[in-house]
């Protein structure tokens, strides 16, 4: 990500010369008592220039993401955002600010997918078929009328008519029964209230072994350690860089040997051959370096992602860092140093930031989640920040909002520079959301359609 200066990688090289192995020493220049990172100083705003301190557009795009993420969690009651490593506050401090602003406090809409609760709140009124007995009336019998016997010698008389018996009474027609009354309609259920704005909800926490910042807003909370059982967001933006690992080298044998260095002057000699541990890694990760070519052993940065990962209960952890793949590693490393804004030799006495790029694939991996692993250029493009000029009619229609424009398109373009702080790596990993909520993310735009740029992950499955 930037050109080395000569002598700014090695001093000198050579054995017999006492030393310790750059993990050690970078851990108590940067993270010591007198560190670099800890002691009261401007920060390290005052050495170098991230993406943070290069434009508010930066934190803007970050607060969408964050809008997008509390939408596919279903907008909980209190969502975290923990930055790790969080120097003097600058990013949570410009995240307060564009979460309080207007066109990003309403949440926003859920992703296109329909509530959940929406069979619920729907119901069918039924109205059932009431059968209606219909009565018969009873049939009337005649009875036979028995006839007198006849007189002998006298004319038989006709016999009398019979009377027509009385015709018997039709039965009172049965009533109707009364009709059952309708059942009442279920009441509609009670609209859900809309959920408060996410400036209202976000807990904002800082991570950093430097005290507490004078002046920080007392919305933003500070400790050295990372908190449990986080919801929403883990965010490390420039902190695994500043995460001390150990350098080797192979030499003229073939043997992969650390490399030692003087925290007093930086001068490098040649250690004794790498551990267990590191050749594991360095088979898996590093492959096949040649003589002469250095290696920097990462497992360190992929066990402290794997620790802040796994404070995440659930949300997405997200590491922006400038970095390399495997078959893409830097023959001769990248360890450098800065100091008031200039990039200078690496030594490792406190007086300056030592730093060297991540190999983002293992720290992805370590991770343990699927993840999304693309450029900041993509990603800020994926969250509308895109770089473009205004047009120039907007010049001769209002002079001043076209000056505004074009300072914000610089400063994009600066942001998604593939060759400066564009050229970063965004990982983005998503943790305990099930199937739904992953749609939901992806749908509301998350970091763009096909954002996946491994397709690798812990459990071996196709993730794109």
Known sequence: MWPTPPGARRVAYRDGVNGVGWRVAMEAALYGPDGFFVRESPGPGGHFRTSVHASPLFAGAVARLLHRVDSALGHPAVFDVVDVGAGRGELLTALLAALSSTDLSTPEPPCGQPPENVASARYVATHPVHGVGVAAGAASSQNDLERAPRVESAPQAEPAPQAEPAPQAEPAPQAEPA???????????????????????????????????????????WRSTLPDQVTGAILATEWLDNVPLDAAEVDAAGRLRRVLVDAGTGEETAGPAVGADDRVWCARWWPDP????????????????????????????????????????????????????????PVPDGSCDVTAHVAMDAVAIAGGWPYTLITQREALRALGVDGARPPLDLAARDPAAYLRALSGAGAAAELTDPDGLGGHWWLLQSVGLGENERGRLRQSGGLGEGAVGLQESARGTMLG
């Open 290 to 345: 040649r003589p002469g070519e250095r290696v920097e052993i990462g497992w360190t940065r992929d066990a402290a992602w794997s620790e802040a990962v796994g404070a995440l209960r659930k949300g997405v952890a997200l590491a922006v860092d400038y970095g390399h793949r495997k078959g893409e590693r830097p023959r001769h490393g990248t360890l450098t140093g800065f100091r008031g804004g200039r990039q200078v030799a």
């Open 179 to 221: 009709p059952q009354a309708e059942p009442a309609p279920q009441a509609e259920p009670a609209p859900q209230a809309e959920p408060a704005p996410l400036i209202e909800r976000v807990r904002l926490v800082g991570v950093e072994k430097a005290a507490r910042p004078d002046g920080l807003n007392a919305r933003i909370s």
